[in-house]
């Protein structure tokens, strides 16, 4: 019997494949993942890329009796989280009412939380706001596994400008 796992994050070359229970033969057994390049004793395959494995076994005392247990098993990678961010700059000096804003993320689960402060906190919500001026690094993360996570980059807010006003002349009617 083989089970494998796929990776959980775009890249993150953790999938698995375990043999188990084989039968008949000498009792002794050695497997391969990569079609008979290399033999082990080894049940558990870990630390995989997404790729396709050739996964068999082979009586350890009769090298010549080969089974393909699964000539083409995929170890799959799910896309990674791709978004859009889009900010609006404070209106006034102090009025703290800058917003940022995450849309279209798309991968992995299709399950979203979002980071406006580089991750330290998380939440459903893909906007904020009520934001003073600064710059706020922005993330997206799959709720189902919460290790993939993609960098947006930073926005920065810009600060607000008041009117400025001179003095007020009144020029009297000629």
Do not use: K
Not at 1 to 10: E, G
Not at 74 to 95: F, K, L, M, R
Not at 100 to 106: E, K, L, S, V
Not at 112 to 136: K, R
């Amino acid at each position: 019997m083989v089970d494998s796992t796929a990776l959980t994050c775009a890249g993150a070359n953790d999938g698995s494949i375990t043999i188990s229970s084989p039968i008949g033969g000498s009792g002794s057994y050695q497997y391969t993942i990569n079609g008979g390049t290399s033999w082990s004793t080894q049940t558990n395959y870990t630390g995989l890329a997404a790729s396709t494995y050739d996964v068999r076994i082979r009586d350890a005392n009769n090298f010549s009796c080969v089974t393909v247990l699964s000539a083409s098993l995929i170890i799959d990678e799910p896309a990674g989280i791709t978004a859009s961010v889009s900010h609006t700059n404070e209106t006034c000096t102090g009025d703290n009412n800058g917003s940022i804003t995450i849309t279209g993320a798309i991968g992995g689960s299709n399950l979203f939380e979002y980071s406006f402060n580089g991750g330290v906190n998380w939440g459903t919500s893909n906007n904020i706001n009520g934001l003073p001026d600064g710059t706020y690094s922005i993330r997206v993360r799959d709720q189902l596994a919460t290790v993939c996570w993609t960098d947006l980059g930073s926005v920065t807010i810009l600060e607000g400008t008041n009117v400025q006003t001179g003095p007020i002349y009144r020029i009297p009617n000629e």
